[in-house]
Nanobody, 125 residues
Framework: VQLQASGGGLVQTGDSLRLSCAAS????????VGWFRQGPGKEREFVGG????????YYADSVKGRFTISRDNAKKTVYLQMNSLTLEGTAVYYC???????????????????WGQGTLVTVSS
């Protein structure tokens, strides 16, 4: 599967932004999908994601209540709606997919086999 992330840009604190992750491949709906981000000088961290078969969606505590992940199987696209962005939201955002990741490993970047190229989000004050 190939992933294409898009939608990044420059926003101000408190603004909203929606990222998209478009996938190729017929079996995409059977994949677990995660959103990750990597800020300047930081390690890549889990933002949110869901397991295979449209199971529950999980979020990092830092974004819970502000970010929402949704999925359009017909368009083979996963979205990350980000509201009330803070300066900590400045990062390159990646989507990732795996046909094998188990829920206990959902937050681990190493569990994902496929990655999009990343889209830059810059939040200014």
């Amino acid at each position: 599967v190939q992933l294409q992330a898009s939608g990044g840009g420059l926003v101000q604190t408190g603004d909203s932004l929606r990222l998209s992750c478009a996938a190729s491949g017929d079996a995409f709906r059977q994949y677990a999908v995660g959103w990750f981000r990597q800020g300047p000088g930081k390690e890549r961290e889990f933002v949110g994601g869901f397991g295979r078969g449209n199971s529950n969606t999980y979020y990092a505590d830092s974004v819970k209540g502000r970010f929402t992940i949704s999925r359009d199987n017909a368009k083979k696209t996963v979205y990350l709606q980000m509201n009330s962005l803070t300066l900590e939201g400045t990062a390159v955002y990646y989507c990732a997919a795996s046909s094998r990741v188990i829920l206990s490993a959902l937050t681990s970047p190493s569990a994902y086999a496929y990655w999009g190229q990343g889209t830059l989000v810059t939040v200014s004050s």
